[in-house]
């Protein structure tokens, strides 16, 4: 990343002031306030506590289970933008100890229910991200361009009104079509509901920090659902919140400090966005939408949407992350289907619904979804099926650092590409 920044300064592509831009941006510090809360629910134990209390209460079927850890993952999700720590970090592991009680293993044995469990814990994380405008961390960074580039305010409440019902019915939905096409032979699991009973009073009594970060997330989600009313940005509500969790200890500053994921994202998406702005100010943003508007002639206004929509989604494959794909492609995109006539909001947020969507499609489009395949608790059949699962993990993590660079290079051809 500082490469990239170092390129775009010392080639006078953009001024020192504009290439440190992206590190003032509020929505920066957003993701970053709720890595604080999302480190609360892990210290803590209460993301288990959810997941278990779930489980003990719906895992008497599979498709029970499926349930309750997609309900864990929906209760955590507007505290957790970061998916690796939601889903890899606390419902997957749950989901493997409940297939080793099961006896259903990598191999042969994955058809009693692991295959089940693991691709519903795959598909469940962008639908639960979709809902919530701090429940996948590239979904500020959507906020954040289509304010600076196509003048519309999304708001946290905005965004959750408007994704809560198809969302929810995907949620519904989907571990209903799972169960018909992997159909786990293990149909009635009162094995894992009394695994989560017992793993529930192992735990014990919630501990203080337990209530300190559960009061920290019932605030949050006040303050962020009616900032429209009271005039109090979802920034300074996360800052607010950070505060809280800071000075009652619920979170210390030395984790935070080892939370190599919250500092990462600090960096990556501040150079993200003054990238993004800066491809928007040279003019970038407007020649390719009139590019990929040429390309629409003749569509009208929602099939001008649908097609770009489509497009957008299955794009995917040529990006490493949600992250790159949302800061290339999110802005040229929603541009040309508001130029076509699509409802500009519509549009707005629906392109961010599809950010999150786009990477269930694929095995290693997100952090998570390493972790499952390198398990190998299923074999999985799209790109690469021939290369071995940890080579796939290592391109994962090579493709990303190179994204700077690549916003980087289309910066410096800007001036050319619009002239």
């Not at 009313?229 to 984790?255: M, N, R």
């Not at 799209?382 to 071995?388: A, S």
Request: net charge positive.
């Amino acid at each position: 990343m500082l490469i990239a920044l170092c390129v775009v300064i010392f080639s006078n592509t953009l001024t020192e002031a504009k290439a440190l831009s992206g590190f003032a941006s509020g929505t920066v510090w957003l993701i970053f306030c709720a890595y604080v809360l999302s480190l609360g629910f892990v210290t803590s134990g209460l993301g288990k506590r959810i997941a278990y209390k779930m489980l003990s209460l719906f895992g008497g079927s599979s498709l029970g289970i499926a349930y309750s850890l997609g309900v864990s993952d929906l209760i955590m999700a507007p505290a957790m933008p970061s998916v690796t720590a939601r889903s890899g970090g606390i419902i997957f592991p749950i989901a493997r100890s409940i297939n080793d009680v099961l006896g259903s293993a990598p191999g042969a044995t994955g058809k009693r229910i692991g295959d089940f469990l693991t691709m519903v814990c795959f598909q469940f994380t962008p639908i639960t991200g979709a809902i919530f405008l701090t429940g996948m961390a590239a979904n500020p960074l959507v906020a954040s361009l289509a304010k600076s580039t196509l003048g519309l305010e999304i708001t946290w409440g905005g965004w959750f009104i408007s994704a809560v019902v198809p969302a929810m019915v995907c949620f519904c939905l989907m571990p209903l079509l799972v169960y018909k096409l992997l159909d786990p032979e293990l149909k009635h699991t009162p094995e894992a509901k009394a695994m989560g009973k017992q793993s529930l009073s192992e735990l014990g009594d919630m501990s203080s920090n337990e209530k300190k970060v559960a009061v920290g997330f019932v605030l949050a989600l006040l303050g962020w659902g009616t900032s429209l009313i009271t005039g109090i940005s979802a920034t300074s509500v996360g800052l607010g919140l950070a505060a809280y969790l800071f000075a009652t200890g619920a979170v210390s500053w030395k984790s935070l400090l080892n939370d190599h994921a919250a500092w990462d994202t600090v960096i990556w998406f501040s150079v993200i966005i003054s990238l993004a702005t800066g491809l928007a100010d040279l003019g970038f943003i407007k020649w390719m939408t009139v590019k990929l508007g040429s390309g629409i002639q003749g569509f009208g206004a929602m099939e001008a949407f649908i097609v770009l929509g489509v497009l957008y989604i299955y794009v995917h494959y040529l990006f490493a992350t949600a992250t790159g794909h949302v800061a290339a492609l999110y802005a040229p995109f929603a541009a040309t289907a508001i130029a076509a006539g699509a409802p500009p909001m519509m549009v707005a947020i629906c392109f961010g619904i599809f950010s999150n969507l786009m990477w269930g499609e694929h095995r290693v489009r997100w952090w998570t979804r390493p972790y499952l395949f390198c398990a190998r608790l299923f074999r999985a059949t799209t790109v690469l099926p021939n290369q071995p699962v940890r080579g796939d993990l290592q391109r994962h993590y090579h493709f990303r650092g190179w994204h700077a660079l690549v916003e980087a290079a289309g910066l410096l051809l800007s001036h050319s590409a619009v002239a």
